[in-house]
């Protein structure tokens, strides 16, 4: 397929750039062009993602058979909130809009931050453990609540366009070397995790998923959780909560090490697995691709 990556040259974007070229023909959409000449197999245009002329006027000119919108800004906390806001809803409706309009396959990122924890002024107990997709959604902050909107305008756009939408929840996203949730700040204090229930997913299992997700049977819109199938302190789930929130769900059928987040959704429909832990990923020697 002809597929078009937005955010491609990003901290993960780049995993998945580099991971799309293996079956598919990919340009990234950015807004900086590489200083090199980039992926051998990749091809660039440099664009606003929120000027949603530039964006139809380059996916009409394109018309690629499918898009993966990756591109926001990641995290709260680090721009304006109006910003971060503002940024990340008027992209998604730029892309996705176009997208629908030229009848493209979307998968985008959207994030385990939609259902409101992370970034709670007092982290909630979820309402069930493992957490499922069907879990409430309650953000605090305006990260989270532009991922609940992205969401929405990928639900309007598979309703209006006729085309399949995959929204990914990733948990907190690590680089294979890189483990920032194996620091030694973050595992000698429960606090350091405790607002995602010390979750977090491998950056090579998210590409996977997007390339799943790529090619998936999915009808209208539909929202995966894409997470590690363990904790990143490698000790039972319900023996943390109950040390740092003091008390875990009455709905909670987690056993041993387990993740917070049910990911069981994504291997049903789509086969995929988390296949990396932090055992073995937090120092492993991977080169990061150069898109």
Same mark, same amino acid.
């Given at each position: 397929?002809?597929?078009?990556?937005?955010?491609?040259?990003?901290?993960?974007?780049?995993?998945?750039?580099?991971?799309?070229?293996?079956?598919?023909?990919?340009?990234?959409?950015?807004?900086?062009?590489?200083?090199?000449?980039?992926?051998?197999?990749?091809?660039?245009?440099?664009?606003?993602?929120?000027?949603?002329?530039?964006?139809?006027?380059?996916?009409?000119?394109?018309?690629?058979?499918?898009?993966?919108?990756?591109?926001?800004?990641?995290?709260?906390?680090?721009?304006?909130?109006?910003?971060?806001?503002?940024?990340?809803?008027?992209?998604?409706?730029?892309?996705?809009?176009?997208?629908?309009?030229?009848?493209?396959?979307?998968?985008?990122?959207?994030?385990?931050?939609? @259902? $409101?924890?992370?970034?709670?002024?007092?982290?909630?107990?979820? !309402?069930?453990?493992?957490?499922?997709? +069907?879990? /409430?959604? *309650?953000?605090?902050?305006?990260?989270?609540?532009?991922?609940?909107?992205?969401?929405?305008?990928?639900?309007?756009?598979?309703?209006?366009?006729?085309?399949?939408?995959?929204?990914?929840?990733?948990?907190?996203?690590?680089?294979?070397?890189?483990?920032?949730?194996?620091?030694?700040?973050?595992?000698?204090?429960?606090?350091?995790?405790?607002?995602?229930?010390?979750?977090?997913?491998?950056?090579?299992?998210?590409?996977?998923?997007?390339?799943?997700?790529?090619?998936?049977?999915?009808?209208?819109?539909?929202?995966?959780?894409?997470?590690?199938?363990?904790?990143?302190?490698?000790?039972?789930?319900?023996?943390?909560?109950?040390?740092? @929130? $003091?008390?875990?769900?009455?709905?909670?059928?987690?056993?041993? !090490?387990?993740?917070?987040?049910?990911? +069981?959704? /994504?291997? *049903?429909?789509?086969?995929?697995?988390?296949?990396?832990?932090?055992?073995?990923?937090?120092?492993?020697?991977?080169?990061?691709?150069?898109?």
């Amino acid at each position: 397929m002809d597929v078009v990556v937005t955010g491609g040259r990003g901290e993960t974007g780049r995993w998945i750039v580099d991971r799309l070229t293996e079956e598919h023909a990919v340009t990234c959409l950015d807004r900086r062009l590489p200083e090199d000449d980039g992926h051998p197999d990749v091809a660039y245009r440099a664009l606003d993602l929120t000027d949603a002329g530039s964006v139809f006027d380059v996916l009409t000119e394109l018309r690629p058979d499918a898009v993966v919108h990756w591109a926001a800004i990641p995290t709260a906390g680090t721009r304006p909130r109006v910003d971060t806001y503002r940024n990340n809803t008027l992209a998604a409706h730029s892309v996705l809009t176009a997208a629908g309009r030229i009848g493209a396959r979307i998968v985008q990122a959207s994030s385990d931050g939609a @259902y $409101g924890f992370f970034f709670a002024e007092e982290t909630p107990i979820p !309402d069930e453990l493992p957490i499922t997709e +069907t879990h /409430a959604r *309650r953000p605090e902050d305006e990260y989270g609540l532009s991922k609940v909107v992205t969401e929405e305008i990928g639900k309007t756009i598979a309703r209006r366009d006729d085309v399949p939408v995959v929204s990914l929840r990733p948990s907190w996203i690590q680089t294979p070397g890189e483990y920032a949730c194996r620091d030694d700040e973050y595992t000698t204090d429960l606090a350091a995790g405790a607002g995602n229930y010390w979750s977090y997913v491998d950056v090579r299992d998210v590409a996977n998923l997007v390339a799943e997700a790529l090619v998936g049977d999915v009808d209208g819109h539909e929202a995966f959780n894409c997470v590690a199938a363990d904790n990143a302190l490698g000790r039972p789930l319900r023996e943390l909560m109950a040390e740092y @929130y $003091g008390d875990v769900p009455e709905a909670c059928s987690v056993t041993g !090490d387990a993740a917070a987040y049910d990911t +069981t959704k /994504a291997s *049903r429909v789509f086969d995929w697995e988390p296949t990396r832990s932090w055992r073995t990923a937090a120092t492993e020697a991977v080169p990061e691709p150069q898109v």
